[in-house]
């Protein structure tokens, strides 16, 4: 079965680490957040993932065959030469399927962790006929994501793209899975970009064509923010996402996550969710508490980290004080340096 993972997009959101890194290629909890997806895959029996990509796409064509040999899946590359978006990066991928392909495929916006069952919703896609299925969860607050409207045999009736707050009437919304089968390729416009979900998706429903949602009710992030990618760090580590990590229980109610040829010295304080990266090193009598420090990172002696993200490759001096601070990589914090945020 194949699948396909739309991962062409900038990630503005989640800068400043997606200036240097393609956001599913940031470490979450230690790993590309793309093999998540790929372990994924795997679990449900995909054995041909292909992987829409633009955005520095040299960093994937070095990280993507490494993680899916990891989680024991072939990938493929799928170009672009222009950002094409959602829409246009799947029209992009329609080479790698033939004319003996007939069997629905998965597709995932590169963003996206979850624990989807993925037999159940291709299943249920064929059980209702449609011509498309879309994965959809229930969110608080739905004005950032596609608001979908259904009927009461699941078929979906109208679909809202970043919804103003006089259109919310439903707490569902598109989670940036579906199902479609290779017929879908015909629906997108060739040589341009466009968006599945302000274009392709819309235009189907125009011409009546069946679309069913399949409600999933387990664990979904949307890794779209800086705050949200905190927060995938941090469910990861408590296993929520689908992967096991080997999480070090410290004095107190410390939990650390620890990369490869990690140093920490004599002193160190671990409070709370800490997860450091690999080739990092922290130095005597710091205290570290829910904060993320990415690879080749130095914290020099006697620092403080609360509640913040330091980014690859970064060099904060002595003495330094870091409170809900985010710093992009490469940032050298001098000593005695303060950066307090509420």
Same mark, same amino acid.
């Given at each position: ?6 991962? +062409? ?14 956001? /599913? ?17 795997? @679990? ?21 065959? /490494? ?10 590359? =799928? ?8 829409? +246009? ?10 004319? @003996? ?5 998965? #597709? ?7 624990? %989807? ?33 259904? !009927?009461?045999?699941?078929?979906? @009736?109208? %679909?809202?793209?970043? /919804? ?13 899975? &579906? ?9 997108? /416009? ?22 069913? +949602?399949?409600?999933? &009710?387990? &664990? ?8 949200? &990618?905190?927060?995938?760090?941090? !469910? $990861? ?9 080997? #999480?070090?229980?410290?004095?107190? !109610? ?25 080739? *990092?090193?922290?130095?005597?009598? *710091? ?15 006697? *620092? ?13 001096? =002595?003495? *330094?004080?870091?409170?809900? $601070? ?17």
């Amino acid at each position: 079965m194949k699948a396909i993972l739309l991962s +062409g997009g900038e990630g503005t959101r989640v800068r400043p680490f997606t200036a240097s890194v393609p956001k /599913p290629l940031l470490p979450v909890a230690n790993v590309p957040l793309i093999s998540y997806q790929f372990s994924l895959l795997k @679990k449900y029996g995909f054995d041909e993932v292909i992987v829409g990509v633009g955005y520095k796409a040299d960093s994937f064509r070095k990280a993507v065959g /490494p993680a899916a040999k990891r989680a024991g899946v072939k990938a493929e590359i =799928s170009p672009e030469r222009k950002p094409l978006g959602t829409g +246009g990066g799947l029209g992009n991928a329609r080479g790698f399927f033939g004319k @003996k392909d007939k069997e629905p495929f998965v #597709v995932f916006n590169g963003d996206v962790i979850s624990d %989807f069952n993925l037999e159940k919703i291709l299943s249920f896609h064929k059980e209702k006929g449609a011509f498309a299925t879309i994965g959809l969860v229930k969110v608080n607050d739905p004005s950032s994501y596609g608001l979908v409207m259904m !009927d009461s045999g699941a078929e979906i @009736k109208k %679909f809202i793209e970043k /919804p103003g707050q006089q259109d919310i009437v439903t707490d569902t919304v598109n989670a940036g899975v &579906y199902v479609f089968s290779p017929e879908i390729f015909g629906e997108i /416009p060739e040589g341009r970009p466009s968006s599945l979900e302000r274009e392709v998706i819309p235009s189907i429903l125009d011409k009546g064509m069946k679309i069913a +949602g399949s409600v999933h &009710y387990g &664990y979904w992030i949307d890794v779209g923010t800086v705050e949200l &990618y905190r927060k995938a760090n941090f !469910d $990861a580590l408590e296993g929520k996402a689908g992967l096991s990590h080997d #999480v070090k229980e410290t004095e107190g !109610d410390g939990r650390l996550l620890s990369g490869r040829n990690t140093v920490l010295k004599e002193g160190v304080k671990i409070k709370g969710r800490v997860i450091i990266g690999d080739n *990092c090193f922290v130095g005597r009598d *710091c205290m570290l508490e829910e904060s993320i420090v990415l690879n080749n990172t130095v914290i020099r002696d006697r *620092c403080a980290v609360s509640g913040s993200i330091i980014g690859t490759g970064v060099l904060v001096d =002595s003495d *330094c004080t870091l409170n809900n $601070a985010v710093l992009a990589d490469g940032s050298l914090i001098r000593s005695f340096t303060k950066i307090i945020s509420k």
